[in-house]
Protein backbone atom coordinates (compact mmCIF):
# COMPACT_ATOMS: atom_id res chain seq x y z
CA UNK A 1 0.00 0.00 0.00
CA UNK A 2 1.30 3.22 -0.72
CA UNK A 3 1.53 5.80 2.01
CA UNK A 4 3.64 9.00 1.02
CA UNK A 5 7.05 9.94 -1.32
CA UNK A 6 10.00 11.02 0.08
CA UNK A 7 12.97 13.20 -1.57
CA UNK A 8 16.01 11.55 -2.07
CA UNK A 9 17.96 14.54 -3.90
CA UNK A 10 16.72 18.62 -4.76
CA UNK A 11 14.26 18.05 -8.35
CA UNK A 12 16.28 19.16 -10.88
CA UNK A 13 14.88 18.93 -14.47
CA UNK A 14 15.84 17.31 -17.01
CA UNK A 15 17.89 18.32 -20.51
CA UNK A 16 17.52 15.23 -22.43
CA UNK A 17 15.16 11.85 -21.71
CA UNK A 18 16.45 9.39 -19.69
CA UNK A 19 17.77 6.25 -21.67
CA UNK A 20 15.54 3.87 -20.36
CA UNK A 21 12.71 6.17 -21.37
CA UNK A 22 12.48 3.52 -24.34
CA UNK A 23 11.76 0.65 -22.72
CA UNK A 24 9.90 2.49 -20.53
CA UNK A 25 7.59 3.52 -23.55
CA UNK A 26 7.33 0.31 -24.42
CA UNK A 27 5.75 -1.00 -21.39
CA UNK A 28 3.58 1.85 -21.11
CA UNK A 29 2.17 1.06 -24.91
CA UNK A 30 1.96 -2.96 -24.68
CA UNK A 31 0.08 -2.47 -20.64
CA UNK A 32 -2.09 -0.02 -22.22
CA UNK A 33 -6.29 -0.62 -22.01
CA UNK A 34 -6.52 -0.18 -25.38
CA UNK A 35 -10.28 -1.40 -25.21
CA UNK A 36 -10.72 1.48 -22.67
CA UNK A 37 -9.79 4.58 -24.41
CA UNK A 38 -9.89 3.75 -27.97
CA UNK A 39 -14.03 3.62 -27.91
CA UNK A 40 -13.51 7.71 -26.86
CA UNK A 41 -11.16 7.83 -29.40
CA UNK A 42 -12.12 9.67 -32.65
CA UNK A 43 -10.45 7.49 -34.79
CA UNK A 44 -12.76 4.48 -33.71
CA UNK A 45 -15.70 6.39 -35.53
CA UNK A 46 -13.40 6.45 -38.58
CA UNK A 47 -11.91 2.87 -38.52
CA UNK A 48 -15.48 1.10 -39.41
CA UNK A 49 -15.27 2.59 -42.67
CA UNK A 50 -11.51 1.02 -43.40
CA UNK A 51 -12.49 -0.92 -46.07
CA UNK A 52 -13.10 1.80 -48.48
CA UNK A 53 -9.83 4.05 -48.20
CA UNK A 54 -11.41 6.98 -49.99
CA UNK A 55 -14.32 6.50 -47.51
CA UNK A 56 -12.15 6.03 -44.60
CA UNK A 57 -9.85 9.04 -45.65
CA UNK A 58 -13.36 11.41 -46.00
CA UNK A 59 -14.32 10.43 -42.08
CA UNK A 60 -10.49 11.11 -41.01
CA UNK A 61 -10.18 14.41 -42.52
CA UNK A 62 -13.93 15.51 -41.16
CA UNK A 63 -13.32 13.86 -37.32
CA UNK A 64 -10.10 15.18 -37.00
CA UNK A 65 -11.25 19.00 -37.99
CA UNK A 66 -13.32 18.61 -35.12
CA UNK A 67 -11.25 17.20 -32.87
CA UNK A 68 -11.29 20.20 -30.67
CA UNK A 69 -12.31 19.84 -27.00
CA UNK A 70 -14.52 17.13 -24.91
CA UNK A 71 -13.74 13.82 -26.10
CA UNK A 72 -17.43 12.96 -25.71
CA UNK A 73 -18.66 16.22 -27.11
CA UNK A 74 -16.48 15.13 -30.25
CA UNK A 75 -18.30 11.58 -30.84
CA UNK A 76 -21.55 13.01 -30.24
CA UNK A 77 -20.47 15.67 -32.73
CA UNK A 78 -19.12 12.98 -35.05
CA UNK A 79 -22.11 10.43 -35.14
CA UNK A 80 -24.71 13.01 -36.20
CA UNK A 81 -22.36 14.24 -38.67
CA UNK A 82 -21.62 10.65 -40.22
CA UNK A 83 -25.39 9.45 -39.70
CA UNK A 84 -25.93 12.43 -41.95
CA UNK A 85 -23.54 10.94 -44.29
CA UNK A 86 -25.16 7.40 -44.70
CA UNK A 87 -22.78 4.48 -45.30
CA UNK A 88 -20.78 5.66 -47.47
CA UNK A 89 -18.63 9.30 -46.95
CA UNK A 90 -17.35 8.77 -50.42
CA UNK A 91 -20.94 8.56 -52.23
CA UNK A 92 -21.66 11.79 -49.75
CA UNK A 93 -18.77 13.43 -51.07
CA UNK A 94 -19.69 12.75 -54.63
CA UNK A 95 -23.31 13.91 -54.65
CA UNK A 96 -22.73 16.40 -52.20
CA UNK A 97 -24.97 19.74 -53.35
CA UNK A 98 -22.41 21.90 -53.62
CA UNK A 99 -24.69 24.88 -54.26
CA UNK A 100 -26.39 24.28 -51.03
CA UNK A 101 -23.30 24.36 -48.88
CA UNK A 102 -24.44 26.89 -46.49
CA UNK A 103 -27.28 25.21 -45.68
CA UNK A 104 -26.74 21.19 -46.32
CA UNK A 105 -25.40 20.10 -42.77
CA UNK A 106 -27.65 22.59 -41.11
CA UNK A 107 -27.82 22.66 -37.86
CA UNK A 108 -25.24 20.99 -37.18
CA UNK A 109 -22.99 22.53 -35.02
CA UNK A 110 -19.36 21.49 -32.51
CA UNK A 111 -17.74 23.99 -30.22
CA UNK A 112 -17.08 26.72 -32.80
CA UNK A 113 -17.36 24.90 -36.03
CA UNK A 114 -20.42 25.63 -37.88
CA UNK A 115 -22.09 23.13 -40.53
CA UNK A 116 -21.84 26.08 -43.01
CA UNK A 117 -17.82 25.24 -42.58
CA UNK A 118 -18.41 21.44 -42.73
CA UNK A 119 -20.71 22.32 -45.57
CA UNK A 120 -17.86 24.35 -47.61
CA UNK A 121 -14.82 21.01 -46.79
CA UNK A 122 -17.52 19.17 -48.86
CA UNK A 123 -16.74 21.52 -52.02
CA UNK A 124 -13.45 21.62 -51.44
CA UNK A 125 -12.90 17.80 -50.69
CA UNK A 126 -15.44 17.31 -54.37
CA UNK A 127 -13.08 19.91 -56.15
CA UNK A 128 -9.72 17.88 -54.47
CA UNK A 129 -10.93 14.63 -55.76
CA UNK A 130 -11.68 16.07 -59.26
CA UNK A 131 -8.20 17.61 -59.45
CA UNK A 132 -6.28 14.69 -58.08
CA UNK A 133 -7.14 11.21 -58.41
CA UNK A 134 -5.12 10.19 -55.35
CA UNK A 135 -6.79 12.12 -53.13
CA UNK A 136 -5.43 13.70 -50.05
CA UNK A 137 -2.58 11.14 -50.31
CA UNK A 138 -1.50 12.79 -53.58
CA UNK A 139 -1.76 16.56 -52.00
CA UNK A 140 0.53 15.27 -49.39
CA UNK A 141 2.86 13.67 -51.34
CA UNK A 142 3.28 16.68 -54.08
CA UNK A 143 3.93 18.92 -51.13
CA UNK A 144 6.74 16.62 -49.76
CA UNK A 145 7.92 16.46 -53.17
CA UNK A 146 8.89 20.35 -53.05
CA UNK A 147 10.69 19.92 -49.99
CA UNK A 148 13.00 17.34 -52.06
CA UNK A 149 14.06 14.08 -51.45
CA UNK A 150 17.13 14.01 -49.19
CA UNK A 151 14.72 16.70 -46.65
CA UNK A 152 14.62 16.12 -43.05
CA UNK A 153 11.59 13.77 -41.74
CA UNK A 154 10.44 17.21 -40.41
CA UNK A 155 10.82 19.21 -43.38
CA UNK A 156 9.72 16.82 -45.84
CA UNK A 157 6.20 16.77 -43.08
CA UNK A 158 5.98 20.15 -42.97
CA UNK A 159 5.71 20.75 -46.34
CA UNK A 160 3.15 17.85 -46.82
CA UNK A 161 0.67 19.49 -43.97
CA UNK A 162 1.32 22.99 -46.08
CA UNK A 163 -0.17 21.40 -49.16
CA UNK A 164 -2.61 19.66 -47.18
CA UNK A 165 -3.56 23.17 -45.78
CA UNK A 166 -3.71 25.17 -48.88
CA UNK A 167 -5.59 22.07 -50.83
CA UNK A 168 -8.13 22.22 -47.81
CA UNK A 169 -8.34 25.87 -47.88
CA UNK A 170 -7.92 26.55 -51.52
CA UNK A 171 -9.27 23.59 -53.25
CA UNK A 172 -5.64 22.82 -55.26
CA UNK A 173 -1.84 23.09 -53.96
CA UNK A 174 -1.51 26.23 -56.65
CA UNK A 175 -4.70 28.35 -55.21
CA UNK A 176 -6.13 28.21 -58.78
CA UNK A 177 -9.17 29.95 -58.93
CA UNK A 178 -12.85 27.96 -57.77
CA UNK A 179 -16.62 28.83 -57.81
CA UNK A 180 -16.94 29.35 -54.04
CA UNK A 181 -15.37 31.83 -51.49
CA UNK A 182 -15.17 30.11 -48.06
CA UNK A 183 -17.76 31.19 -45.64
CA UNK A 184 -15.83 33.07 -42.24
CA UNK A 185 -13.63 31.64 -40.00
CA UNK A 186 -13.13 28.38 -42.56
CA UNK A 187 -9.50 29.02 -43.55
CA UNK A 188 -8.32 29.17 -39.60
CA UNK A 189 -9.54 25.56 -39.41
CA UNK A 190 -6.66 24.48 -41.63
CA UNK A 191 -3.64 25.97 -40.13
CA UNK A 192 0.00 25.20 -42.21
CA UNK A 193 3.28 24.58 -40.52
CA UNK A 194 5.03 26.82 -42.60
CA UNK A 195 2.31 29.97 -41.75
CA UNK A 196 2.78 32.75 -39.72
CA UNK A 197 3.81 31.49 -35.61
CA UNK A 198 4.74 28.10 -37.18
CA UNK A 199 1.87 26.39 -35.91
CA UNK A 200 1.94 22.81 -34.30
CA UNK A 201 -1.09 21.47 -36.60
CA UNK A 202 -2.25 19.13 -33.95
CA UNK A 203 -5.10 18.16 -35.95
CA UNK A 204 -3.86 17.73 -39.51
CA UNK A 205 -0.98 15.84 -38.29
CA UNK A 206 -3.64 13.40 -35.98
CA UNK A 207 -5.44 12.68 -39.44
CA UNK A 208 -1.88 12.20 -41.23
CA UNK A 209 -0.87 9.48 -38.42
CA UNK A 210 -4.17 7.77 -38.87
CA UNK A 211 -3.74 7.12 -42.78
CA UNK A 212 0.11 6.88 -43.00
CA UNK A 213 0.75 4.58 -39.53
CA UNK A 214 0.75 0.48 -40.32
CA UNK A 215 0.61 -0.48 -37.05
CA UNK A 216 -2.47 -0.45 -34.37
CA UNK A 217 -5.00 1.78 -33.73
CA UNK A 218 -4.29 3.31 -36.75
CA UNK A 219 -5.00 2.56 -40.59
CA UNK A 220 -2.16 2.13 -42.59
CA UNK A 221 -4.07 3.30 -45.61
CA UNK A 222 -1.48 5.56 -47.15
CA UNK A 223 1.40 3.67 -48.21
CA UNK A 224 3.29 6.05 -50.56
CA UNK A 225 3.98 8.15 -47.23
CA UNK A 226 6.72 6.97 -44.66
CA UNK A 227 5.65 6.35 -41.20
CA UNK A 228 9.48 7.55 -40.33
CA UNK A 229 8.37 11.01 -41.58
CA UNK A 230 5.49 12.08 -39.37
CA UNK A 231 5.90 14.12 -36.57
CA UNK A 232 3.40 13.62 -33.02
CA UNK A 233 0.07 15.61 -33.15
CA UNK A 234 1.03 17.77 -30.10
CA UNK A 235 -2.07 18.27 -27.96
CA UNK A 236 -2.24 19.33 -24.43
CA UNK A 237 -1.63 15.97 -23.06
CA UNK A 238 1.35 14.95 -24.59
CA UNK A 239 2.92 18.58 -24.51
CA UNK A 240 2.62 17.97 -20.41
CA UNK A 241 4.12 14.45 -20.16
CA UNK A 242 6.50 15.02 -23.28
CA UNK A 243 7.83 18.02 -21.62
CA UNK A 244 7.80 16.12 -17.90
CA UNK A 245 9.92 13.22 -19.51
CA UNK A 246 12.46 15.87 -20.59
CA UNK A 247 11.82 15.15 -24.60
CA UNK A 248 11.49 19.38 -24.89
CA UNK A 249 11.70 22.39 -22.47
CA UNK A 250 9.80 24.19 -24.83
CA UNK A 251 7.45 26.54 -23.33
CA UNK A 252 5.40 27.34 -26.96
CA UNK A 253 3.03 24.33 -28.22
CA UNK A 254 4.41 25.13 -32.00
CA UNK A 255 6.01 23.70 -34.98
CA UNK A 256 9.35 23.39 -33.47
CA UNK A 257 8.06 21.82 -29.76
CA UNK A 258 6.62 19.05 -32.65
CA UNK A 259 10.06 18.56 -34.29
CA UNK A 260 12.10 18.48 -31.44
CA UNK A 261 9.94 15.81 -28.97
CA UNK A 262 9.78 13.96 -32.59
CA UNK A 263 13.61 13.76 -32.75
CA UNK A 264 13.46 12.82 -29.49
CA UNK A 265 11.17 9.69 -30.02
CA UNK A 266 12.65 8.64 -33.24
CA UNK A 267 16.02 7.74 -31.01
CA UNK A 268 13.52 5.19 -29.59
CA UNK A 269 11.73 4.10 -32.76
CA UNK A 270 12.87 5.90 -36.03
CA UNK A 271 11.16 3.93 -38.28
CA UNK A 272 7.64 4.41 -36.23
CA UNK A 273 8.74 7.85 -34.09
CA UNK A 274 5.35 8.76 -33.78
CA UNK A 275 4.10 5.33 -32.02
CA UNK A 276 3.49 6.18 -28.84
CA UNK A 277 1.19 9.25 -29.30
CA UNK A 278 -1.80 7.42 -28.86
CA UNK A 279 -0.89 6.12 -25.41
CA UNK A 280 0.60 9.51 -24.26
CA UNK A 281 -2.57 11.45 -25.28
CA UNK A 282 -4.74 9.05 -23.33
CA UNK A 283 -2.77 8.72 -20.57
CA UNK A 284 -3.42 12.14 -19.65
CA UNK A 285 -7.35 12.12 -21.13
CA UNK A 286 -8.08 9.15 -19.02
CA UNK A 287 -6.67 10.74 -16.02
CA UNK A 288 -4.17 7.99 -15.43
CA UNK A 289 -1.43 10.61 -15.58
CA UNK A 290 -2.89 13.39 -12.54
CA UNK A 291 -0.43 16.12 -13.70
CA UNK A 292 1.28 16.13 -10.10
CA UNK A 293 3.10 14.27 -7.97
CA UNK A 294 0.01 11.89 -6.42
CA UNK A 295 1.82 8.60 -4.87
CA UNK A 296 -1.10 6.46 -5.10
CA UNK A 297 -1.90 7.44 -8.74
CA UNK A 298 1.82 7.63 -10.20
CA UNK A 299 2.98 4.09 -8.12
CA UNK A 300 1.93 2.24 -11.39
CA UNK A 301 3.26 4.40 -14.40
CA UNK A 302 5.36 3.05 -16.67
CA UNK A 303 7.38 5.97 -16.84
CA UNK A 304 7.98 7.45 -13.39
CA UNK A 305 11.40 6.89 -13.20
CA UNK A 306 11.85 8.71 -16.22
CA UNK A 307 9.28 11.74 -14.50
CA UNK A 308 10.51 15.07 -13.78
CA UNK A 309 7.97 15.22 -11.35
CA UNK A 310 9.74 11.83 -9.63
CA UNK A 311 13.22 12.69 -10.01
CA UNK A 312 15.12 12.32 -6.81
CA UNK A 313 12.18 10.69 -4.83
CA UNK A 314 10.73 7.71 -4.57
CA UNK A 315 7.51 6.44 -3.24
CA UNK A 316 7.24 4.90 0.43
CA UNK A 317 5.00 1.58 0.68
CA UNK A 318 3.54 0.79 3.47
CA UNK A 319 5.45 -2.31 5.67
CA UNK A 320 4.08 -5.51 5.28
CA UNK A 321 2.17 -7.42 8.00
CA UNK A 322 4.87 -9.24 9.70
CA UNK A 323 4.31 -13.01 9.90
CA UNK A 324 6.09 -15.05 12.63
CA UNK A 325 8.64 -17.85 11.58
CA UNK A 326 7.21 -20.96 10.52
CA UNK A 327 8.76 -23.71 13.21
CA UNK A 328 8.01 -20.30 15.80
CA UNK A 329 6.27 -22.01 19.24
CA UNK A 330 2.93 -21.22 19.37
CA UNK A 331 2.25 -17.62 21.60
CA UNK A 332 0.68 -18.14 25.21
CA UNK A 333 -2.72 -17.97 25.43
CA UNK A 334 -4.36 -17.09 28.67
CA UNK A 335 -7.20 -18.09 30.50
CA UNK A 336 -8.74 -15.12 30.54
CA UNK A 337 -8.52 -14.61 26.95
CA UNK A 338 -9.57 -18.42 26.33
CA UNK A 339 -12.71 -17.32 28.44
CA UNK A 340 -13.06 -14.05 26.27
CA UNK A 341 -13.06 -16.43 22.50
S1 LIG B 1 4.80 9.59 -12.80
FE1 LIG B 1 2.77 10.47 -12.40
S2 LIG B 1 2.89 12.60 -13.09
FE2 LIG B 1 4.64 11.50 -14.00
S3 LIG B 1 3.92 10.83 -16.01
FE3 LIG B 1 3.55 9.13 -14.60
S4 LIG B 1 1.44 9.42 -13.86
FE4 LIG B 1 2.10 11.37 -14.81
Redesign the pocket.
Known sequence: MVIGSVPLSSTVHRTRPSPSLGSHLGSLASHFPYERSLPQDPLAMVRPFAADARSAEIAGILASTVAVGNVKAIRRALVILFDRMGESPRRYIEGFPARRWRIALHPWQHRWIRADQIGFLCVRLQEIYARYPGGLEEVVLRGMAEAGELAAPEEKCAHGLHALSEALRWGSVDRAPTVFEPPPGYLRLFPSPLGPGEPACKREALFLRWMVRRGFPDLGLWKSVAPSDLQIPLDTHVYW?AY?LGLTRRRTRNWRTVVEITRGLRRFDAQDPVRFDFVLAHTGISG???????PE??AP?A??AD?D??RGRRILFSAPPRCPPANAPAPAVSNRSRVAA
Request: aromatic share 6%; glycine share 0%; charged share 35%.
Open positions: IHDCPKRRDVCCVRCLW
